[in-house]
């Protein structure tokens, strides 16, 4: 057994609650240790002194006085319910709450209503993707994402009328045409979420575009299963009447001139 | 009289009666650790009587795996941490000299055999005594009266307290350390004999 061991040991020993081998070790420091001694037989010392200490007396007549104002605080906390573990609950603790804890507790209650708030409230869904927006509701975008919307949706207007114009009457087939309906009818609808959304006077001309497109779309949307030379005809013929694709690459352009960061548009970034 | 058990358990229902015949047992110990704590009467009157009051709250709480004198002796080291903090502490850390020295004299009149110079000694010594109590820290001071003049194991203490046994003799050493520095003069130049 080292010093500190002994040390550790000390008390335990003063107050006879080491065990047999642990005293007859301790036993045998102290005996080799002339420090450790000196230590222990201060502490006896001083332990026997404070047992000189005298008992304090109680008076057992004021009882009754006591018993009265001990019953009379409970009466004041009292309810009628003796059983219930709430009103038994007692603060082991210190009955005082520190002030700074009012502010924790509050910053916490603020934390909590922020994580509910976004939990079961999260953010609407982006408009012009998911649900249709109506002027009264719709909140004004960023022009930024509105032009960028747009031109996404003109860009793949434009690539499917490019495959249009340029597929031979001969080669097309019908699961080309299904295919090339099935993206119409999705523009088609996409198009009056695009035109809600174009409300400044500047818009208007793209805006027009888009209703432009949609008549295009629409025809072609609608043309029977199995083509005749006339139907595709009339859509190719409308695409070059109306100069659509020229005035999509117009927009495009115009677009990224007046900011230079909005991305150009292709099919892959809608 | 009942016992113990049922007295709890009828206090627990609703009996104010048996509240009162379990404050009257268990006062004498209840008061005796406070004054250890406090070293002082009034606060340890005051103390005591907060202890039954929350002990009575608390009757719910209680549910019979630790003894009734130490879930008392729990409440009473808890309310007087309570009570050093809020302020009591100017009382704590004052020797009432009058009191002490009042209380000695009664008791030492009462022995033929000691002599005056005797019973001025031996007054100085408790009041010496108690200030060397009083240097020690709330915890310290809690741990050490209950071992050194309630007879509770290092162990029980721990339980009591909530601490582990590590602490507790960790904080006793410490009490005691301090105890012998406080009273270094009387160590030296007092003999006490040892039985």
Known sequence: MNCKQCQELMVAQLYDEADENTRTEFQAHLDSCAHCSAQYESMRTTLDLMSTRKQSTLDESLFATQWKRIERQIAKNDTNDYSSPTRNKILMFPTRIPAWAYGVAAMLLIAVGIFIGKTFWPQPPDIVQQQPATASQSTPAPDDSVTTRVLAYLG????????????????????????????????????????????????????????????????????????????????????DKKSIILKINVEEIRAISQSPEIEKPTSHNL | MPDEQTLIRDAQLGDREAFRRLVECARVNVYRLAYDLTSNQHDAEDLSQEVFIKAYRA???????????????????????????????????YSDNQEHNSEENEILKQRDSISPDASAEAAIIQEHIEEALNRLSPRERSVFVLRHYHDCSLKQIAGMLEISDGTVKTLLFRAIQKLQQALEFYRNDFVVKRI
């Not at chain 1, 609608?222 to 005809?233: D, F, M, S, T, Y």
């Not at chain 2, 719910?60 to 941490?81: E, H, M, P, Q």
Request: aromatic share 8%; proline share 2%.
């Open chain 1, 156 to 239: 793949t207007s434009k690539n499917l009328l490019l495959g249009v114009m340029n597929t031979e009457n001969a080669d097309y087939s019908t699961a080309t045409l299904e295919h090339q309906q099935r993206v119409s009818r999705q523009l088609i609808q996409q198009a009056s979420y695009v035109k809600t959304s174009l409300t400044r006077p500047d818009q208007q001309q793209i805006k027009q575009l888009v209703s432009d497109l949609e008549v295009i779309l629409l025809q072609l949307a609608n043309i029977e299963v199995k083509p005749g030379v006339g139907a595709i005809e009339i859509v190719k013929n409308g695409v």
């Open chain 2, 59 to 93: 009757l719910g709480t209680f549910r019979g795996d630790a003894k009734w004198s130490s879930w008392l002796y729990r409440i009473t080291v808890n309310t007087f941490y309570d009570f050093a903090r809020s302020g009591m502490k100017k009382t704590i850390y």
